[in-house]
């Protein structure tokens, strides 16, 4: 694995990265991830493309967080329920200094910190580990009413995948969190049509998937979840109503496997590895894009 450092050169030149630019952000994200799962022959690299850009905006633009003191009582909560892209939220912690890049070339190893599903064990800025599918959200729930019973200004987020909608538990939760009036609690849900082995439709069909969440009680946001001007302004008009006694939903509509063109709606890159030609023309696809 090239080094970070001429890795960073060779595509920024004499520049320093601005990680406070999500499309910057989300390029990195892509990069490393494709590095992180080609190194360590891991999976899921269609769902690392695909949340690139909520996770950048994310990151860049919307929680309060302090790098230097990850404990910070006053930060905001993520928690990455799909927790399979846990590579993207490794990527963004690490670029935004939470700990060294070079440390996600340990992505998968055996005793890396780093684990393949998101874990929260010795990872700076992790909140929790998840991977079982469907729990993610009701954590939220529990967080959010928590910050509310201290007085708490924190604010709570959680990142689903839309087949994980299919779950139970998530609706449960939905429910939950109208019926507290949790309206400091945003989820944001990775709509990109694919799950597992097939596409949503064929295994559980979701649609009408914003009705459903305004009959569960919640406001919903419908946006391009690879434009992060788009995604920055969504979670605004969550902030903005903020005391409206409803939690917000953003519907992201997401491309799987998006910037590398073999990838893109293709379910085999869901567990697939990028590896031998395969990592070299996703690698080249892009390093075209850098911003």
């Given amino acids: 694995m090239e080094n970070y450092e001429a890795r960073v050169h060779r595509a920024f030149g004499d520049e320093k990265p601005d990680v406070g630019d999500p499309r910057v952000l989300a390029w990195l994200i892509r990069r490393n991830g494709l590095e992180m799962t080609h190194l360590s022959r891991g999976s899921h690299i269609g769902s690392v493309l695909s949340v690139a850009e909520i996770i950048a905006v994310l990151y860049a633009r919307i929680l309060r967080v302090d790098p230097a003191n990850p404990s910070w009582p006053e930060r905001d909560r993520l928690i990455l329920s799909k927790g399979h892209a846990g590579s993207a939220v490794y990527a963004a912690l690490a670029e935004r200094g939470f700990f060294p890049v070079e440390q996600l070339k340990t992505h998968y190893a055996d005793g890396s910190i780093l684990s393949g599903h998101v874990s929260h064990k010795g990872v700076p800025g992790v909140e929790v580990s998840t991977g079982s599918l469907g729990h993610g959200l009701g954590i939220g729930v529990g967080m959010a009413l928590g910050a509310r019973m201290d007085g708490a200004p924190w604010r709570t987020y959680v990142v689903l995948g839309d087949g994980e909608c299919d779950e139970g538990a998530v609706w449960e939760a939905a429910l939950q969190a109208a019926q507290y009036g949790l309206d400091r609690l ?78 893109e709606n293709n379910i085999l890159w869901h567990y697939r590895t990028p590896q031998g030609e395969e990592y070299e023309a996703a690698l080249k696809e892009l390093e075209a894009q850098r911003p």
């Avoid at 989820?187 to 949503?200: C, E, I, K």
């Avoid at 302004?233 to 910037?259: T, W, Y």
């Fill in 186 to 263: 945003t989820a944001v849900v990775d709509y990109n049509h694919m799950q597992s082995l097939t596409t949503v439709e064929k295994t559980l069909r979701l649609e009408p998937f914003a009705r459903k969440w305004e009959d569960f009680g919640w406001n919903v946001q419908e946006t391009d979840g690879h434009d992060p001007e788009a995604l920055e302004k969504a979670f605004l008009a969550c902030r903005q109503a903020e005391g409206s006694g409803k939690p917000c939903v953003i519907l992201a509509h997401i491309v799987k496997g998006k910037g590398v063109s073999f990838m």
